[in-house]
């Protein structure tokens, strides 16, 4: 079974770092590139950043430019983003989720992230 | 204020047909055949339903189909179920600058 199993979020406050996971498992992992979209408590959808499978292209939303990196080990079937400098407005669900044909295909079931002091 | 433009709010009856729009501009829906759409109920993952403008994931029902012209894209749902009720948000790839922007969501209502 194809599954994205996310984790790492927590409370932190305003300024502080959180690491989220996502842990892939019934796919061929190397060969997706993956990305991670957040929704705001009763908010829409935004996508937040991308990287290629072997990591050579990475995009980035402005929202999370400079503050957020995101990663991979292929070796551990693993995406990760670091979240740093945060601020309330990064309070939200965040999923990863495996790219195809430039959609977000399959997804994790959320890991959440408040930011508030 | 969202990317790209959907209504708020749409209704039908079951049985019926409805038609949700993503407006977008000639740098992202009009300039690449790569809008996306996402059925989410209530407190759960998002779904893909359609992506490449119209193409159907393997399991989403035929009575999903997307279209495209120009720089608005159309979510349609042909005979309308009680389990369609939910949010839907298109989304468009707009290049490697801005890479993926997302509408604002429509909450479908099947009354």
């Known amino acids: 079974e194809v599954q994205l199993v996310d984790s790492g979020g927590g409370l932190v406050q305003p300024g502080g770092s959180l690491r989220l996971s996502c842990a892939a498992s019934g796919f061929n992992f190397f060969t997706y590139s993956m990305n991670w979209v957040r929704q705001a408590p009763g908010k829409g959808l935004e996508w937040v950043s991308y990287i290629s499978s072997s990591s050579d292209t990475i995009f980035y939303a402005d929202s999370v430019k400079g503050r957020f990196t995101i990663s991979r080990d292929n070796a551990k079937n693993s995406l990760y983003l670091q979240l740093n400098s945060l601020r309330a407005e990064d309070t939200a669900v965040y999923y990863c989720a495996r790219d195809a044909a430039y959609a977000f295909e399959v997804w994790g079931q959320g890991t959440m992230v408040t930011v508030s002091s | 204020q969202s990317a790209l433009t959907q209504p708020a709010s749409v209704s039908g009856s079951p049985g019926q047909s409805i038609t949700i729009s993503c407006t977008g501009t000639i740098s992202d829906v009009g300039d690449y055949n790569l809008v996306s759409w996402y059925q989410q109920h209530p407190g759960k993952v998002p779904r893909l339903m359609i992506y490449e403008d119209y193409k159907r994931p393997s399991g989403v029902s035929n009575r999903f189909s997307g279209s495209k012209s120009g720089n608005t894209a159309s979510l349609t749902i042909s005979g309308l179920q009680a389990e369609d009720e939910g949010d839907y948000y298109c989304?468009?790839?707009?290049?490697?600058?801005?890479?993926?922007?997302f509408g604002g969501g429509t909450k479908l209502t099947v009354v």
């Open positions: 989304c468009s790839y707009a290049g490697s600058i801005t890479a993926w922007v």
